[in-house]
């Protein structure tokens, strides 16, 4: 079948998710269909090539057709693709896992419960956290904290969590019990009596807007679930694997949570898998006869994926191999000063980092600020025009995200800025 006609088959039978299908199946749309990939550049249907500017949705961590990535999962695919992790257990998991306890320094987070995707993660976090206290004197402990604005996923229970109804459908009432706060004077004033945990996107928010944490908050936060006992539940889906300067959000104000979830970047970008890590407080906590009932029932079929597995063990060897994170503060501050530079244009208000992630603000005037209708859809307009650049990211409203493959190069870096500010400068008139 020609590569050409398959743009086609997807506007007849494909639903594609945050995506408005009356503008994608509009005759006069073409779909970009990405059909191939080399470190940090994307290749379309008409061989065209981008630079991949949002790490395809913020997975991909050392670059397209990585050598040492396609090898581990070609010599795990010889073995086996996927076994059953319910009552049985395979090596590379196990090798992953000890892989993960040991990247925290007195391994304070020993264990290591698999599944598939970020809001997997979360859901197991929350049902581990509430269970625990269920069943281990404090059945009071129903609600849990989370922050205006967070987004922690797509699955009911996760979903409960977020603070943005547009990824709520239908109603934002469902779910878990939340108290929904804005930040630590907040937080502050909640009784703690009935609170099991509490979850935040450690630094940043991501679908927030790209939105940066106050130097220090996190470290309040964890003191103040200290004092009161209660869970800290770090969602570092889209912070983990390198993405802030360090291997972990966490680590750059020297926090140990009770629960991490981890996703996106864990395989590298390659396949899906999701790990919730946790102490030996809490899996004590489920110990006990079967007919006790303090089992975790829960758990998915691609748990433990072979080759997603041999995936991420491999893109931690990528790690040490070529000193990821060694490398990273000068691509980091490299990264700041071009970002720095579109702030002389009359239409970027504001630039947010954290490491390899930025968010951009775009607006009709900055001073008095006036934001876009939403109607106008400049975020978009712009993230679309940039492919004429070869530029491929994807904006949060009028907020254009930036948040390349860690293997960027400063000169890739100076291409994806260019592309956004001729994008801008044509589409707002600069």
Excluded at 377 to 385: L, T
Aim: a negative charge; one cysteine or more.
């Amino acid at each position: 079948m020609n590569v050409l006609s398959f743009a086609d088959l997807d506007k007849v039978h494909v639903w594609h998710p945050f995506t408005p299908m009356s503008d994608w199946c509009a005759q006069e749309h073409e779909p970009l269909m990405l059909t191939e990939g080399q470190g940090c550049y994307l290749f379309d249907q008409h061989g065209r090539k981008y630079l991949d500017g949002n790490a395809s949705i913020w997975t991909n961590i050392h670059g397209h057709n990585h050598p040492r990535i396609n090898a581990a999962i070609r010599d795990q695919l010889d073995r086996v693709a996927h076994t059953s992790f319910l009552g049985f257990g395979s090596p590379p998991a196990s090798q992953l896992a000890q892989e993960l306890v040991n990247l925290f320094p007195g391994n304070p987070l020993n264990k290591v419960f698999y599944s598939d995707n970020g809001s997997t993660s979360i859901e197991a976090a929350l049902r581990m956290a509430l269970q625990y206290w269920k069943q281990n004197g404090r059945p009071e402990r129903d609600t849990i904290i989370a922050f205006d604005a967070a987004y922690h996923g797509d699955t009911l229970g996760a979903a409960s969590m977020g603070g943005i109804s547009l990824f709520k459908g239908s109603s934002n009432q469902f779910g878990y019990h939340v108290e929904r706060v804005s930040g630590m004077d907040a937080i502050s004033k909640i009784g703690h009596s009935r609170i099991a945990a509490v979850i935040i996107e450690p630094l940043m928010q991501g679908a927030a807007g790209m939105k940066t944490w106050p130097k220090g908050m996190l470290k309040e936060l964890e003191t103040w679930c200290r004092e009161r006992d209660i869970f800290l539940i770090l969602d570092e889906v889209m912070t983990g694997f390198g993405r802030t300067g360090t291997m972990f959000a966490c680590q750059q104000e020297d926090v140990i949570p009770d629960f991490i979830c981890l996703a996106k970047g864990l395989t590298g970008g390659y396949l899906p898998l999701a790990v919730t890590m946790t102490s030996q407080r809490v899996f004590d906590g489920f110990l006990g006869d079967a007919s006790e009932g303090r089992t975790l029932y829960y758990g998915h079929s691609y748990t433990g994926n072979q080759l997603g597995c041999a995936a991420a063990l491999a893109s931690l060897e990528v790690f040490r191999e070529e000193k990821v994170l060694e490398q990273l503060p000068a691509k980091v501050e490299y990264f700041g000063q071009q970002l720095q530079s579109l702030l002389e244009m009359k239409h970027v208000a504001e630039v947010r980092q954290c490491g390899m992630m930025a968010g951009i603000d775009i607006v009709l005037q900055k001073e008095p600020r006036i934001e876009y209708e939403a109607s106008e859809k400049m975020g978009v307009r712009i993230c679309c025009d940039a492919r004429r650049h070869e530029l491929l990211t994807r904006p949060i409203g009028n907020t254009l995200v930036l948040m390349p493959p860690l293997c960027v190069t400063m000169a890739q870096v100076d291409l994806m800025v260019a592309a956004l500010r001729s994008s801008i400068e044509l589409l707002c008139g600069e």
